[in-house]
């Protein structure tokens, strides 16, 4: 009971209550006519949501009844004839949340289903580190990437609930993701959260993700700076060499992981924001480059306000490091010396290079380069830590266009 209690009043509770206004529906077919379905829908209710019924049926009749019952007007209930115009219209109404039974269905609309009549939970042999999984919750389904195994023992989240693993029901610590619908791909949750599960409620998603809905990595910060004129090059990445501890693991970049992206039309954003675009590859002004020790990039600044501030920021030696955004086609997660380490095999997108205040891994490097300098002539930054962002509340910045943006990027040449 002291643990349900002190749960319900942790952060990663509160960020599984609903948006109170959200509008989602219900499939009525297998959906609503299920217990299941109509728990969903009543959790809805309650939590304050605008909620609409939207079937494949030809004939309202009998939806318009069950709306009756339970209160959902008729201008909320949709017959729309067809798998197809019940897409169009889930997606003609921005819903946030679509209850589903239909695989199909789920799969055309992305990161907004909910499948309803499912009991694949993973058993005690069927999840390992790095697997992708989703889990029941009061928003619909979460989702995450388990990052540490307790098969018999104790394992805590970020919010201090602890959950006990056994051989038959083990807990995972799940580095929570969440779906943007900007750029309709699942990134990790800004700032990291880490929660904790038992086996039993989790199902493993990522044979499905990686089939209809990408994953993004990214390294992330609100901090900003500007430059003009000069160059700027370094390191995105650098080949085995670890990350700092990511909450939960140590990371590692092999080599010949970016040998299928060379040819992606890359951005260079300081700190990865969308806002301050420094340079790009089709235009000549972004160079990129693989060499035995990583992934290099050059980028000639523009001439403008805030790219001027981040020249001067590395000539100071403010900011002298590196970081990059990318999607993963393959992984090896494995325990060593007690630590979990992801190594990285293959990127499938490489989506931008930055110099940034703070990044993953502390062996990526920048340097400024003056025009005026010959190529060898280059001036070296000296290299500061790392601060900690544990305790720093940030806020996102906004992001005009981001959507079309990233969509252009992650299908380049696909």
């Known amino acids: 009971v002291w643990a349900e209690e002190t749960y319900k009043e942790s952060e990663e509770y509160k960020r599984e209550l609903r948006a109170e206004g959200e509008r989602v529906s219900f499939d009525y077919d297998g959906t609503l006519t299920t217990d299941e379905g109509k728990e969903y829908l009543q959790k809805e209710l309650e939590s304050g949501s605008e909620v609409y019924i939207i079937s494949a049926r030809n004939d309202d009749a009998e939806l318009i009844a069950f709306g009756e019952e339970y209160g959902i007007p008729a201008s909320r209930i949709f017959a729309t004839g067809s798998n197809e115009k019940k897409i169009e219209k889930v997606n003609e109404l921005n819903i946030v949340r679509h209850y589903e039974n239909n695989d199909d269905v789920l799969a055309e609309i992305g990161g907004v289903g909910v499948k309803v009549g499912t009991d694949a939970r993973a058993m005690p042999d069927d999840l390992e580190l790095g697997d992708f999984v989703r889990w029941n919750s009061s928003n619909g389904f979460a989702y995450g990437r388990v990052i540490e195994?307790?098969?018999?023992?104790?394992?805590?989240?970020?919010?201090?609930?602890?959950?006990?693993?056994?051989?038959?029901?083990?807990?995972?610590?799940?580095?929570?993701?969440?779906?943007?619908?900007?750029?309709?791909?699942?990134?990790?949750?800004?700032?990291?959260?880490?929660?904790?599960?038992?086996?039993?409620?989790?199902?493993?998603?990522?044979?499905?993700v990686r089939k209809n809905v990408p994953i993004m990595e990214r390294r992330t910060t609100t901090q900003r700076a500007d430059v003009m004129g000069q160059t700027i090059r370094g390191y995105a990445a650098v080949f085995n060499s670890p990350s700092e501890d990511l909450g939960g693991f140590i990371e590692y970049i092999a080599p010949g992981a970016f040998d299928d992206v060379m040819n992606d039309d890359v951005r260079g954003f300081y700190n990865h924001d969308w806002n301050y675009l420094l340079g790009r590859v089709s235009s000549g002004t972004l160079r990129l480059s693989v060499d035995e020790k990583g992934l290099m990039y050059e980028i000639d600044l523009p001439?403008?306000?805030?790219?001027?501030?981040?020249?001067?920021?590395?000539?100071?030696?403010?900011?002298?490091?590196?970081?990059?955004?990318?999607m993963i086609e393959s992984d090896k997660w494995e325990i060593k010396n007690k630590q979990n380490v992801r190594t990285i095999t293959k990127v499938s997108r490489l989506i931008d290079v930055a110099p940034v205040v703070i990044p993953a891994y502390p062996a990526a490097t920048s340097q400024l380069v003056s025009r005026a300098l010959n190529v060898d002539e280059v001036v070296d930054v000296p290299q500061t830590e790392p601060i900690g962002l544990e305790n720093e509340n940030v806020n996102e910045v906004e992001r005009p266009n981001l959507r079309s943006l990233i969509l252009r990027i992650i299908n380049l040449n696909s």
């Open 149 to 208: 195994i307790a098969m018999d023992g104790e394992l805590e989240a970020d919010s201090g609930f602890v959950v006990t693993g056994t051989p038959d029901d083990p807990a995972a610590k799940i580095r929570v993701y969440e779906f943007d619908t900007e750029i309709e791909a699942y990134v990790e949750q800004q700032p990291p959260l880490n929660v904790v599960h038992r086996f039993s409620t989790l199902e493993e998603y990522d044979a499905d």
């Open 303 to 326: 001439n403008t306000t805030y790219a001027n501030d981040l020249a001067e920021l590395m000539r100071r030696g403010d900011v002298n490091q590196s970081s990059f955004a990318f």
